[in-house]
Nanobody, 125 residues
């Protein structure tokens, strides 16, 4: 059974950048489309973006498309999320997951898991 582990989060100042990683173990995600979500207290998980199984296509939430970049390196069984020009409102726990069902990349119900434990991003001056 595949497990996911996110890393790369931390405390950064506004305007900084981070690259988050999601590494799969116990199985392969090379043939799976993947997605990133984020969660803040008192709010449901928010869709950030997704990437096709081969990394050839990306799909971003409207509010994310300018500063967020998702990539996939199948040889390393890893998905990345680059965040540039970080803002305080980007503070959240960031999660990766697997697209397990057919349908639109923008439909939350197509992401059936597993979910990683998440990595904390805190943007503060």
């Amino acid at each position: 059974q595949v497990q996911l582990s996110e890393s790369g989060g931390g405390l950064v100042r506004p305007g900084g950048s981070l690259r988050l990683s999601c590494v799969a173990s116990g199985g392969s995600i090379r043939t799976n489309a993947m997605a990133w979500f984020r969660k803040t207290p008192g709010k449901d998980r928010e869709f950030v973006g997704a990437i096709s199984w081969d990394g050839g296509s990306t799909y971003y939430a409207t509010s994310m498309k300018d500063r967020f970049t998702i990539s996939k390196e199948n040889a390393k069984n890893t998905v990345y999320l680059q965040i540039d020009s970080l803002k305080s409102e980007d503070t959240a726990v960031y999660y990766c997951t697997v697209k397990t069902f057919g349908g639109s990349y923008y439909d939350e119900s197509v992401y059936g898991g597993p979910w990683g434990p998440g990595t904390q991003v805190t943007v503060s001056s």
